[in-house]
């Protein structure tokens, strides 16, 4: 089955690229096309993507809101892909706090764009952990603190959320440990539950406001 994929972006040349980028792959499909935030729930529940690629800034409704919003309303949402100019962009960081599982670059090359889509789509490693580690340093508030601290890690479930703050995927994390894929699968799943986090994306900036894992 292909990855399916819902373009959100108010550009249509942005649009227009991404489509042409994607379709290019035996293994991505893009379904669908919105040109505002404003339009991406009912385009979600009738399209039933894997990915929204998600414009960060459109006139109406930003991609802040839209992810907010298509969390908190969609059963079984889709994975969530933010588009931006500007990796270091505030806007990025709270898209991510909101809940969004990654972002790209409208320059990136077309091979970065492809894996972007992959990566965030198979959900077991983190998209640009370098730059998630910057934009915590430059926009983190210390908001996780207290939920990181009250969560109960044991030290086997504190090892695998270090390690995916490295950007390691699961396969590499059982690697490094000498552990079986499926035992890290279980370490994450439960070190995603203690924390109250949907994906690896918001476990890790929680690692990070909270000073569990220092982001310089």
Same mark, same amino acid.
């Given at each position: 089955?292909? !990855?399916?994929? /819902? ?6 040349? !942005?649009?227009?690229? *991404? ?18 935030? &404003?339009?991406? #729930?009912? *385009?979600?529940?009738?399209? =039933? ?11 109406? $409704? ?6 907010? +919003?298509? /969390? ?7 994975? #969530? ?22 972002? $790209? ?14 990566? !965030? ?5 983190? *998209? ?8 915590? +340093?430059?926009?983190?508030?210390? &908001?996780?603190?207290?939920? /990181? ?11 695998? $959320? ?12 059982? &690697? ?21 986090? =949907? ?5 890790? #900036? ?11």
């Amino acid at each position: 089955m292909p !990855v399916t994929v /819902l373009l959100v972006d108010d550009e249509p040349l !942005v649009r227009a690229g *991404l489509r042409a980028v994607l379709e290019a792959q035996p293994d991505i499909e893009v379904v669908g096309e919105a040109a505002d935030g &404003a339009a991406v #729930i009912p *385009l979600v529940r009738q399209l =039933r993507p894997d990915v929204v690629a998600m414009d960060v800034r459109m006139p109406l $409704l930003d991609g802040i809101e839209a992810t907010r +919003a298509v /969390l908190r309303t969609v059963e079984d949402p889709p994975k #969530i892909l933010v588009v931006t100019t500007f990796e270091n962009d505030e806007y990025v960081y709270e898209a991510l706090r909101a809940g969004a599982d990654g972002f $790209l670059l409208k320059r990136a090359r077309p091979a970065e764009i492809v894996n972007a889509v992959r990566l !965030v789509a198979e959900g077991d490693s983190l *998209l640009f952990p370098a730059a998630v580690r910057a934009l915590a +340093a430059e926009y983190g508030n210390g &908001a996780a603190r207290t939920a /990181l601290a009250e969560a109960g890690l044991t030290d086997r479930e504190a090892a695998v $959320l270090r390690l995916m703050a490295r950007g390691l995927s699961n396969a590499e994390i059982a &690697a490094k440990l000498i552990v079986g894929s499926e035992t890290v699968k279980t370490h994450v799943s439960a070190v995603l539950a203690k924390l109250g986090a =949907r994906d690896r994306t918001q476990a890790v #900036i929680a690692a990070y406001e909270s000073g569990f894992v220092a982001p310089g």
